[in-house]
Structure formats: C-alpha cells, structure tokens
C-alpha cells in the first residue's frame, strides 16, 4: 500500500523560499537559491545558500558554510550569484 510519510531531518533547513532548485546526486539532495516566499511580488530577495540533505541519514548541512569559515570562499563572491527562478544540473565525470 502507498501512504504518505513525514520525515523530520536532523540539522538546520533552509527557510521557505520558492524559485529554487533541488537537485538530488546519489543519496543526496542539494537545495540552492531562491527567492523569498511572503508571497509579495515586490520581494525581490534572492538567496545564495546551499544546504545538503543526506536522505540515508536524514540529515541536513550547510557545506559552503566550511568554505565560507575556513576563507576557501569570500562571502562578497558569493553575493553576487546570488539566484531565483535558475535550473541546475550535476556534472558526473570519473
């Protein structure tokens, strides 16, 4: 029988937002970007967050947020792609 489940990750989940992409790779899912959700069409708020959902362990992380405090990544670079309304796609080589 089909039925409908909740599943309540461990960690931190980005906020409600839309235009977004959700992008699953292996046994995860990345969330990025995205604008706002109150729904007002002035709210031009965009978001540059990536979180990671690990669908095995239920857990979500934040990975660009070791970038951003070990210096890897410069947050003034990362506002600046800043996106809403994107596609995205992973790239698979070996």
């Known amino acids: ?8 990750p461990r960690g931190i ?9 959700a992008t699953a790779v292996g046994r995860k899912i990345y ?11 002035k709210d031009t708020s ?4 990536l979180y990671e959902l690990d669908i095995g362990l239920l857990v ?3 990975p660009l ?3 951003l405090d070990y210096g890897l990544v ?6 600046r792609v800043r996106s809403q309304g994107h ?5 698979l080589w070996s």
Not at 46 to 49: I, P
């Open 60 to 62: 979500l992380t934040r």
């Open 74 to 79: 410069r947050y003034d670079d990362l506002e």
């Open 46 to 49: 965009a978001f540059c967050d």
């Open 31 to 41: 969330f990025f970007g995205g604008a706002n959700s109150s729904g007002s069409r």
């Open 87 to 91: 596609s995205a796609q992973p790239l």
């Open 1 to 8: 029988m089909n039925e409908w489940r909740r599943y309540e």
């Open 13 to 21: 989940g980005p906020s409600g937002r839309s235009m977004h992409t």
């Open 65 to 67: 947020r070791a970038f």
